[in-house]
């Protein structure tokens, strides 16, 4: 079945690291990919997506690109931050027919924590 | 303010007692789901709504009922709770489709089942 694997956590880096949360995927159709955030105490925000091979999805200096090849998604960031601290989720949305019927399935969830 | 409310927050209680959270969006979205998160697991979804009553199953929907009979609510209700279902709970909504637009979630609510 349609399944999303992260890389196990948690992250540990100092600020400025560079930061990289592997992501890839089993699909029997063609998904949509998203990483969503989640910062203490919140609920989940989108933070970048891309809906088919080889876009680039970007957001607050986090870049990802769709590898069909390779079926990931790998979530990167060149510095971060200690604000960037939260738990990073990969998700997948496969369309039947290319019709999105909003089902959306999550990897497990990694935890990053950027110390000063 | 644009938002997806969930009421109760924090809710504990026993088991077999029929408990209703609420969920409504003020965005006249037609996408709304639920999601149960747990430690280890990343979130799973439990129910999803393409619009007025339109519903179908996520991954997880045994002990779970929803209801989509106006566009801004959809409540999940559980007829029998058992502790395996204590769990944190978020609602969700979106415009439309997932790829074209952005799901927004609310604040959580935190279920515990004794």
């Known amino acids: 079945g349609d399944s999303v694997t992260q890389m196990e956590g948690p992250v540990t880096l100092s600020e400025e690291a560079f930061l990289t949360i592997n992501c890839t995927y089993t699909a029997t159709g063609y998904p949509s990919l998203f990483w969503y955030v989640q910062y203490p105490g919140e609920g989940l925000q989108l933070l970048l997506k891309a809906t088919k091979a080889d876009d680039k999805g970007s957001n607050k200096g986090f870049e990802a690109t769709y590898r069909k090849e390779t079926t990931s998604f790998h979530l990167e960031k060149g510095s971060v931050q200690v604000s960037d601290s939260a738990v990073y989720f990969c998700a997948m949305e496969v369309n039947a027919g290319g019709t999105s019927y909003g089902k959306l399935t999550f990897g497990q969830g990694t935890i990053l924590t950027v110390h000063p | 303010e644009a938002q997806v409310t969930q009421n109760p927050r924090y809710l504990i209680t026993v088991t077999g007692k029929k408990l209703t959270v609420t969920c409504s969006q003020n965005m006249n979205h037609e996408y709304m789901s639920w999601y149960r998160q747990d430690p280890g697991l990343g979130l ?71």
């Open chain 2, 44 to 114: 799973r979804q439990i129910y999803y709504s393409m619009n007025v009553e339109v519903t179908d199953k996520g991954d997880v929907p045994e002990g779970y009922k929803v209801s989509r009979k106006e566009k801004r609510n959809f409540p999940l209700i559980l007829e029998s709770p058992s502790p395996n279902q204590t769990s944190l709970y978020f609602c969700a909504s979106s415009l439309r489709g997932l790829a074209e637009y952005e799901q927004y979630f609310g604040p959580g609510t935190r279920l515990t089942v004794t």
